[in-house]
């Protein structure tokens, strides 16, 4: 029977998932690393995920059956929480009758949070935040309310792959590059961001904004005030809005302090209504699971539309519950946070040694829960062919997924992002022995080896290829 | 605020979809939430309230599910017995769902359809409850400006779910009460030539059964009809079978997963059915949807696009335990039928001693009340005028027709599952008295409308683009409060 024809949304491919970026996590998926049962298997560092901390919540629903047994001042509430859908989420339990202008005390317990995430600095106002599903439907809802199908957002490289999908596939946006180079640390310069959006009118794209992670996935750097200052220059300028991802806040392990764009427009006169932030629990809490994400806008217009299209993505009111109930314990967050943050940063350190080992550098990071790595050296040669063909021998021969800078969309071949928060550290010792092993032996550039591998990974260099190719000319 | 025409800033104009009111919470079905939260009925602490009677939620039976979860502590990872399990699911994130989530699903599905079809939890697609069904499975079948076709009165909510951000068209199929709103294929050859003729393509068909707001289910024949149909114009056929669950009586439910496993001739691969938790298992706030898809590239796409709106794993946990009990389920929507057909009854008699007729309903949580005799005039005016005495005097709020695109003035839609015994009873007090009092006076009568024009009883009905969706932020949302008595 003949293929029905579908929507062009379904037919094309701008969800992006052929990119190797996915491709790698599949790769996992066939032949995962148990240190029992598996121990030559694929060793994930492709997964930005945050499991160091899990100890942490579950000590704490332990310690707290109200929150465990769905009860709250003694009072049942399973009924409340079952029958909630209100798209500004759960208000505080009172009686109806009470006559009270509720106080949302789920968003303030998320508000509070992401207040001390910027050590109190900016008051989060709880009526500004919109709950989503996870940031990825954050992303895709300001995309929806701030640019038209054809309309473009600036985005430096590299930047998460996701974001291909995110922002552009359902919404017709269109990203256009803001090109950074190691060569200043990546950083985001006005140069850079001028040429981006002179390039694009003369594509006869619209830029409707710009759009950072800050801190940087997959660079693991935060912004400094002044480098925010010049981006809210440029949007001021520009007439164009600011989109800030700030998805990573909360991992931020050493100096300098993470500053957010809400405390860089502090004072600042007719600015606030075109800046946004994204956040979500995924990263700092290490629950990507529960699928809770939030928009932070002054711009009312913003935040009304959002929280209407918040409604193809709430958060389910049983999480919403305990989050509140675990985030509104002021001990528990503040002792957290800190103890997060450590952890992060001893794993970050063992991360980075291990591969200085291997002789491998990698860009100096205070945040993140990823090391940006330097594998230049190691390339046979310097371009994106030559970084493919080290990524494959990582994965199949060494039996490490990390993700190639090419994925992310960065200019130059050879960088890499490769996570260290989701697995343990003997774990992360294996990886590091494996990598030095692979270095030591010079495989890198063994040309022998590689004939003998060629067969099989030149099929997959074409089919490679060639869905880089599809994804480039977009749909 | 946010909008300003005179200034000519770039950064102020958001999207077409942001600024237009696609999202339809402009339609006289929210305002009169609006009225309810403003003034809502409690038994003790407002019993002049309005009684909310606008919102299809499944409130009798929450007692047996929060039974079962005391009972089954392991099943939350919140607890000592479950606790264990919480690194696991609070770490996944996979958009395929926990085996056992979608596993239970498909079991569920299938009692819930009284067991004539089997699900395959290979097909199951999450989304944000219905809501985000419906949008994804549209993203997927259709391109901005195509159609689907819609038998009319419909869910007010689907002009947002399944236009907005898609960019889709709604087109109506229109229903009339002589032949209680069946769903012809002449009218649905009408709605697809008129289409054509306007040069819109066709992609579809978007149907609900059982009906909301008629709380009927479709026979044999008429899903016949219309996979017949989609299968001639090579054309979807999408099922909205949300409220499957909720059949109290006969005839019995047939979902087009049965015609699709009866009739091997009819191309499969343009059936689809979108499911939810929120009417069979009365749990809205966990926002549990599904998508159900018999053809694999829309499973491909559909699942892709799920990442929108996961079903928090947390809740999959806890549901895949709850609907993998099967002695539970099973007692469940047993228990549920015959509570609905209970209430059902019980509120049908209590309009039918005061002389109001509501079209003969087998399923839903609502009935769908004919106040043709109450208008003035058989008009949408007439028709809202009546409505708002109803919010205003009675302190009701049920839904007018005009705002499911009903063709006829005079119908309601009632919704009865979401309140307790005592309130229903109050409700229909009420409804008693001001049909008495109409009775009595028609000269009284004649004295109201005059005073309903004065426009001091209006409710607005913005429709404008400037007063969108600024202007209340509660329009959408009930609390679900608790509206029983006080014991």
């Given at each position: 029977m ?17 990119s ?54 003694g ?37 509070d ?25 954050a ?10 199908p ?9 930047y ?11 919404t017709?946006a ?16 006005r140069?850079?961001l ?16 710009v ?11 935060t ?10 220059d ?16 909360g ?21 606030s ?11 700092d ?20 539309a ?33 103890e ?29 829960l ?23 021998e ?6 490490l ?19 260290f ?6 774990t992360?010792d ?39 190719r ?6 | 605020?946010?909008?300003h ?14 600024t237009?009111?696609?999202?339809g ?15 809502p009925f ?17 409130q009798?039976?929450l ?17 000592g ?22 596993k ?41 400006g ?6 009319t009165?419909?869910?007010p ?8 951000r ?14 209680n ?31 909301n ?9 008429t899903?016949?009809t219309?996979?017949?149909f ?9 099922c909205?079978?949300?409220?499957s ?16 496993e ?94 109001i ?5 087998n ?24 409505w708002r ?12 027709g ?46 109201k ?39």
């Amino acid at each position: 029977m003949a293929q029905i024809l579908l929507s062009r949304k379904a037919a094309c491919n701008t969800h992006g998932q052929d990119s190797s970026y996915f491709l790698g996590l599949q790769e996992y998926e066939n032949d995962p690393y148990d240190p029992k049962t598996n121990p030559t298997g694929i060793i994930q560092m492709g997964l930005a995920e945050n499991q160091l901390s899990f100890d942490l919540l579950e000590s704490w629903l332990q310690r707290h059956p109200d929150a465990a047994g769905l009860r709250r001042f003694g009072r049942v509430v399973f009924r409340e929480l079952a029958l909630f859908q209100d798209y500004h989420g759960l208000p505080e339990f009172k009686r109806v009758s009470a006559g009270f202008q509720q106080h949302n005390v789920r968003l303030q317990a998320l508000a509070d949070l992401m207040g001390d995430l910027r050590d109190n600095k900016i008051e989060i106002d709880p009526r500004k935040l919109v709950l989503t599903a996870g940031a990825t439907s954050a992303n895709e809802i300001l995309m929806f309310c701030l640019a038209e199908p054809g309309e473009a957002f600036l985005i430096p490289t590299p930047y998460y792959p996701g974001f291909d999908r995110d922002l552009k596939w359902r919404t017709g946006a269109e990203i256009v590059p803001v090109h950074c180079s190691s060569s200043n640390g990546f950083r985001i310069t006005r140069a850079a961001l001028e040429k981006a959006y002179q390039g694009a009118r003369k594509r006869n794209l619209s830029v409707k904004g710009v759009l950072v992670t800050n801190p940087s996935n997959p660079l693991g750097t935060t912004m400094s005030r002044n480098e925010l200052g010049a981006l809210v220059d440029f949007v001021v300028a520009k007439d164009v809005h600011l989109i800030s991802d700030e998805i990573y806040s909360g991992t931020t392990f050493d100096s300098p302090r993470f500053v957010s764009v809400t405390e860089a427009i502090e004072g600042r006169a007719h600015v606030s209504d075109r800046v946004h932030v994204v956040y979500s629990l995924s990263k700092d809490l290490g629950l990507p699971g529960f699928r809770v994400g939030a928009i932070y806008s002054n711009n009312e217009a913003v935040v009304a539309a959002a929280t209407k299209m918040s409604s193809f993505g709430l958060v389910s009111s049983q999480t919403q519950y305990l989050l509140s109930a675990l985030l509104s314990d002021e001990e528990f967050k503040g002792n957290y946070t800190g103890e997060n943050q450590k952890r992060i940063k001893q794993r970050h350190d063992r991360l980075v040694q291990g591969l200085g080992r291997s002789g491998i550098s990698c860009l100096k990071s205070n945040a993140g829960l990823f090391c940006w790595v330097d594998m230049r050296h190691l390339l046979r040669s310097n371009t994106l062919e030559g970084e493919m063909e080290l990524w494959r021998e990582i994965v199949y021969e060494v039996g490490l997924n990390i993700s190639p800078g090419s994925s992310c969309h960065c200019d130059e071949p050879g960088w890499f992002r490769v996570c260290f928060a989701n697995m343990s550290a003997e774990t992360l010792d294996v990886a590091m022995r494996r990598l030095q092993d692979f270095v030591a032996s010079g495989r890198a550039r063994d040309g022998d080896s590689r004939q003998r591998k060629k067969p099989i990974l030149g099929k997959w260099m074409l089919t490679l290829s060639s869905s880089d190719r599809r994804s480039e000319r977009g749909c | 605020m946010g909008l300003h025409v005179d200034d000519h800033s770039n950064y102020n104009v958001l999207s077409r979809i942001a600024t237009s009111d696609g999202h339809g919470e402009n339609s006289s079905y929210f305002d009169g939430w609006k009225a309810y939260d403003n003034d809502p009925f409690h038994p003790i602490d407002n019993p002049k309230g309005v009684i909310q009677m606008g919102l299809a939620e499944n409130q009798l039976c929450l007692d047996l599910t929060h039974q079962w979860i005391k009972q089954n502590p392991q099943a939350s990872i919140c607890t000592g017995e479950g606790v264990s399990e919480f690194k696991d699911v609070a770490n996944f994130q996979d958009y395929h769902g926990l085996p056992d989530f979608r596993k239970a699903i498909a079991r569920f599905m299938g009692k819930a359809r009284g067991g004539g079809a089997k699900f395959d939890p290979e097909r199951i697609v999450m989304s944000g409850g219905a809501t985000g069904a419906q949008e994804n499975i549209a993203f997927c079948l259709a391109n901005p400006g195509e159609a689907f076709l819609i038998p009319t009165p419909y869910y007010p909510g689907f002009d947002r779910d399944f236009r907005w951000r898609t960019g889709v068209q709604l087109l109506p199929i229109q229903c009339h009460s002589f032949n209680n709103f069946k769903i012809t294929e002449p009218a649905l050859v009408t709605a697809y030539q008129t289409a054509q003729r306007s040069n819109i393509t066709v992609k579809g068909i978007l149907v609900t059964n059982p009906s909301n707001p008629l709380g009927t289910t479709l026979d044999r024949e008429t899903l016949r009809t219309l996979v017949s149909f989609a299968n001639e114009k090579r054309i979807h056929l999408v099922c909205d079978e949300i409220f499957s669950g909720t059949v109290f009586d006969r005839p019995t439910y047939v979902s087009v997963s049965e015609i699709v496993e009866e009739e091997p001739y009819y191309d499969r691969d343009l059936i689809h059915i979108v499911y939810s938790l929120s009417k069979d298992l009365g749990v809205p706030g966990f926002r549990v949807g599904v998508i159900y898809s018999y053809n694999d590239a829309v499973v491909s796409c559909a699942r892709k696009m799920s990442s929108f709106g996961l079903v928090s794993t947390q809740t999959q946990h806890l549901l895949a335990s709850m609907l993998g009990d099967d002695d539970f389920t099973t007692k469940f929507l047993a228990e549920s039928r015959r509570r609905l057909s209970r209430r059902h009854k019980v509120f049908t008699a209590g309009l039918h001693r005061v002389g109001i007729k509501c079209l003969e309903s087998n399923a839903g949580l609502f009935c769908w009340m004919n106040l043709k005799h109450l208008l003035n005039e058989a008009t949408v005016e007439a028709e809202l005028e009546l409505w708002r005495v109803i919010i205003k005097e009675v302190k009701l709020n049920m839904s007018p027709g005009s705002s499911f695109h009903c063709s006829e003035p005079g119908w309601f839609r009632v919704c009865f599952a979401n309140m307790d015994d005592n309130t229903m009873e109050t409700a229909l007090k009420r409804i008693r008295t001001f049909v008495d009092r109409g009775n009595d006076t028609t000269a009284a009568q004649a004295k109201k409308k005059k005073k309903w024009s004065d426009g001091s009883l209006r409710l607005s009905l913005p429709r404008r683009i400037e007063e969108l969706s600024i202007m209340t932020p509660r329009l959408i949302s009930p609390h679900s409060p608790l509206v029983q008595a006080a014991t």
